[in-house]
């Protein structure tokens, strides 16, 4: 009788088990790391869940990290499949910040629910412009995307540099900050943490892209194009149009994150409030599989790790910020990166007993 | 991913969550009564600059009185809040936040604990009768390297590397400028700025690269004002025959007889008196500015550049410090208009 040897594992073994094994094993790699700078690496982990999950602020901060690496996530996925690296997430909610920003500033005549949606739409609309652009110069002009949107990061910083010091900044101030937006912002949750109402707006946005991945026309175009851009054409779809689309569609969910920051925790357009969150969408994406359910899970586990890193430097001096990166590091390596390293024994262990 | 694993997932978490719930806050253990926290800047307190001379001062206040201090680095926005709050959930005072940006949080945070003291360095914008605001006359240190600079360079030709294109960048650069054309009034002064980005702080490589084209423009000296970029700078200049400039801490042990000198902005000594008052009890809120009158800025002369700095020049230094003391030499300050009268 033949081994199976190669068969189907259960599908709980590859959603749950899998990553549940690659994060103890990340978590004990980490661990060694901790060991060694002479901390006890049982205590900084309970320090960190204990960060994260042990109180409502915890909590609280946990989902608003979550919120951001969302919107970020979400939107490298929706690129991912179309067949694009979109790198340029940093950027798109950067500039994004300027539309929420104009809005939230210029818009004061107006009653302030239509203030609020419309400082959404300009936020998604700035961020799906930095998206298109590049959309645009890889599908008409072949320039390639990833290398396109990480120099729109860069134009994007130099823009809102000079934008902010020299437009938003009231005078005689220091701080490279304009001033304060009153007249519009999303509901606090639980103050005084950042948690605001743009968490459910992420949830939605999750459920938006599944809906648009999996239901609609436009998504399997998407999709088709991702699998084979030939094979796309002779289906009917025209793939320079879908990347464009894509790309401005990706654009706009990161530019949702500007909505959480610009509107939902400074009140303000201040500099670089995108910390590199849009790069953390990508390892969002990318452990998440790409799949909106994924997202939110992935998103939530470095929300975790971003709240309970900080507590854990808070509480622990010697572990630095640095330190804290490198647990982070390792979570991604395991999880993302050699995500597959242990199917083989899992694999083994599974379909042992029908040798006999 | 399907909705029962995501289910599961989710059941995970809360029961983790309702676990450690349960067992309480983790850092709950509070400090000593009159404890001070710092609360560096992005760049981190090993700058080489700017954050570490705040961790200077509070080392020499734990050095001297046996007094630790709690302290927290920043890496995202979201943060400056949440580490001040920390702080002062836990009763630690004063706590002492390192640069304007994190103006806003201080200003919310500091309005919440009435009874802790606050103090931050290079904003005056908090009006709070618990809060200490120190800045400092940049433009007073700058004017007076900018005059040594003049007077060292042969060429005429001096630089200047900023780290990114802010207010606080450019009143460094304004005073430098006033200082090199009161000496020389034909010199040129090339300017750069790093980038645009957090980055702009820590690149020592842009920051020599920026060095070396102005060396190639003819500038001989070059002065920085750039964090840790500064440290590529400082490199640059000695490796090309140029003498460079230090900046905030006395980086002329950098490269001995490399560096002219350097612009103090003695942020140690400002964290250590804050520390110093809050525990003997004649902390003040308000606005301290600290100027060469006060010794709060200045330039540093040491082993390591006494062979560059000729005693004329000491002497033109120490002139115009006199004067700028006294009131009859008024160095403009670039905040008051947001103009540079020289360029």
């Known amino acids: ?356 | 991913m399907n909705k029962r694993t995501l289910l599961v997932a989710l059941a995970a978490l809360a029961a983790a969550g309702y676990y450690f719930y349960g067992s309480g806050g983790g850092s709950s253990d509070k400090p000593a009564p009159g404890t001070p926290a710092v609360v560096f800047d992005t760049g981190g307190k090993f700058d080489k600059s700017f954050n570490e001379g705040i961790y200077n001062g509070a080392e020499k206040f734990k050095t001297e009185t046996s007094q630790a201090y709690g302290e927290f680095e920043i890496t995202n926005e979201a943060q400056r809040e949440q580490a001040l709050r920390n702080f002062a959930d836990k009763g630690y005072s004063p706590i002492i936040a390192a640069g304007f940006a994190q103006a806003a949080a201080l200003g919310k945070v500091a309005a919440e604990y009435p009874n802790i003291k606050f103090a931050i360095i290079d904003d005056s914008s908090i009006t709070l009768p618990n809060v200490q605001s120190i800045v400092f006359k940049e433009e007073e240190g700058s004017y007076l390297v900018g005059l040594l600079a003049a007077m060292a360079s042969k060429t005429g030709k001096v630089g200047f590397v900023g780290g990114m294109d802010i207010p606080l960048i450019r009143k460094f650069a304004c005073g430098y400028v006033q200082g090199v054309k009161a000496t020389n009034p034909a010199a040129t002064v090339f300017q750069n700025m790093t980038g645009d980005t957090g980055a702009a702080w820590n690149d020592p490589v842009k920051g020599g690269e920026l060095t070396k084209a102005q060396i190639a423009q003819g500038a001989d000296v070059i002065y920085h004002a750039a964090g840790g970029t500064g440290v590529g700078v400082l490199q640059a200049a000695a490796d090309n025959g140029a003498l460079g400039i230090g900046v905030d801490s006395n980086q002329n042990g950098l490269h001995p007889g490399k560096v002219l000198t350097s612009m103090l902005k003695r942020v140690d000594v400002a964290v250590y008196n804050v520390m110093k008052s809050a525990k003997d009890g004649s902390f003040k809120a308000g606005t301290t500015s600290l100027g060469l009158a006060q010794d709060g800025v200045g330039y540093a002369m040491d082993d390591n550049n006494k062979a560059l700095v000729s005693p004329p020049m000491i002497a033109a230094a120490d002139a115009a410090k006199a004067a700028i003391v006294a009131g009859t030499l008024q160095v403009h300050d670039y905040m008051t208009d947001e103009k540079c009268p020289v360029q």
């Open chain 1, 1 to 356: 009788m033949m081994k199976k040897v190669h068969g189907e594992l259960p599908h709980w073994v590859d959603t749950a088990l899998i990553p549940a094994v690659n994060l103890v094993v990340a978590l004990l790699v980490a661990g060694l790391v901790v060991l060694i700078i002479g901390e006890n690496p049982l205590e900084a982990l309970g320090i960190l869940l204990k960060g994260a999950l042990g109180s409502v602020r915890g909590w609280s901060y946990m989902l608003y990290y979550a919120t951001n690496f969302t919107f970020t996530g979400l939107a490298v996925a929706v690129a991912f499949h179309a067949g694009l690296f979109n790198i340029g997430g940093e950027g798109q909610a950067y500039v994004a910040g300027l539309g929420a920003a104009l809005a939230g500033l210029g818009l004061e005549f107006l009653p302030w629910p239509i203030a609020l949606l419309i400082g959404i739409m300009a936020a998604m609309a700035f961020g799906a412009l930095w998206g298109f652009i590049p959309g645009y110069l890889q599908a008409r002009r072949g320039s390639h995307i990833v290398i396109t949107t990480i120099m729109f990061n860069f134009i994007a910083a130099s823009l809102m540099v000079y934008l902010i010091n020299n437009w938003f900044r009231p005078a005689g101030r220091m701080a490279v900050e304009s001033r304060e937006i009153t007249h519009i912002s999303l509901v606090n949750l639980l103050p005084p943490s950042p948690l605001n109402a743009a968490v459910f707006l992420a949830g939605l946005a999750a459920w938006f892209t599944w809906y648009l991945l999996w239901r609609t026309r436009l998504g399997y175009e998407i999709r088709a194009v991702g699998a084979n851009p030939e094979a796309a054409v002779y289906a009917g779809i025209k793939p320079q149009r879908v990347i464009m689309i894509t790309m401005a569609i990706s654009g706009a969910l990161a530019g949702l994150m500007a909505v959480n920051e610009v509107l939902g925790v400074h009140h303000r357009l201040i500099l670089e409030f995108a910390g590199g969150a849009g790069f953390v969408g990508i390892a969002v994406a990318l452990m998440g599989r790409s799949h909106p359910v994924g997202v939110v899970l992935a998103a939530l586990l470095f929300g975790l790790l971003y709240q309970g890193g900080a507590e854990l430097s808070f509480a622990k001096p010697a572990i630095t910020r640095d330190m804290i990166v490198v647990i982070q590091g390792l979570v991604i390596l395991f999880m993302g990166a050699l995500e597959q390293a242990f199917r083989p024994v899992l694999a083994a262990f599974f379909f042992a007993p029908e040798k006999a």
